[in-house]
Nanobody, 121 residues
Framework: QVQLVESGGGLVQAGGSLKLSCAAS????????MGWFRQAPGKQREFVAA????????DYADSVKGRFTFSRDNAKNTVYLQMNSLKPEDTAVYYC??????????????WGQGTQVTVSS
């Protein structure tokens, strides 16, 4: 069992940066791939980024590639999503998830409660 708690969301102007964190409980954290997904009002949840259990592999949605960086610190049971050059279309609730590496929500077994990111124009 893994419990996930996201933090770091907030309100930022377009072009600004935010760094999301996701802290995990459970000794098996380091065996899971991790993912970030987001859901904007009226839209389906969408893939943002994934990182393998070791951190050696990452994958990003085309919409965030080059702007977002996903990293993990297994010693701290924490993953991070550095978001730069934010755009209003990045506004959404961001969810962290633990499971199998990939870009579909069904591959992830555990989910956090989400953190709101709002980008003003």
């Amino acid at each position: 069992q893994v419990q996930l708690v996201e933090s770091g969301g907030g309100l930022v102007q377009a072009g600004g940066s935010l760094k999301l964190s996701c802290a995990a409980s459970g000794r098996t954290f380091r065996t899971y791939a991790m993912g970030w997904f987001r859901q904007a009002p009226g839209k389906q949840r969408e893939f943002v980024a994934a990182i393998s259990w070791s951190g050696s592999n990452t994958d990003y949605a085309d919409s965030v590639k080059g702007r977002f960086t996903f990293s993990r610190d297994n010693a701290k049971n924490t993953v991070y999503l550095q978001m730069n050059s934010l755009k209003p279309e990045d506004t959404a609730v961001y969810y962290c998830a633990a499971g199998d590496y990939g870009d579909t929500a069904g591959r992830y077994d555990y989910w956090g409660q989400g953190t709101q990111v709002t980008v003003s124009s």
